[in-house]
């Protein structure tokens, strides 16, 4: 699987941006899929996931009731919807696709994804 993100960019505080993940290869119905995002100096953390048919989704205390993590199958491809953007969401964002159980011990660990997109920088000013 081949996973691309984009729609990265420089914000206000208080704007909005949505990321999209488009894969090719292989149907993304037969994953998991989850956004990371790392800031400088910062480790890799997990931001949000999704399950295989979209029916359940989950998310860092610190985005909640901010961000929206949605698919759409039929187009392979996996969104991320950032509202109330804050300077500290500033990152490189992430997706990637994992083949795992979805559970929040799996689907939070960055080392159970097996394929990653090469990320997309978002920066919000204060």
């Known amino acids: 699987v081949q996973l691309q993100a984009f729609g990265g960019g420089m914000v206000q505080a208080g704007g909005s941006l949505r990321l999209s993940c488009a894969a090719s290869g292989r149907t993304l119905s037969s994953y998991t899929m989850g956004w990371f995002r790392q800031a400088p100096g910062k480790e890799r953390e997990f931001v949000a996931a999704?399950?295989?048919?979209?029916?359940?989704?989950d998310y860092v205390d610190s985005v909640k009731g901010r961000f929206t993590i949605s698919r759409d199958n039929n187009k392979n491809t996996v969104y991320l919807q950032m509202n109330s953007l804050k300077p500290e969401d500033t990152a490189v964002y992430y997706c990637a696709a994992a083949p795992i159980y979805y559970s929040r011990s799996n689907y939070s660990t960055s080392s159970n994804y097996d394929y990653w997109g090469h990320g997309t920088l978002v920066t919000v000013s204060s």
């Open positions: 999704i399950r295989r048919n979209g029916d359940s989704t």
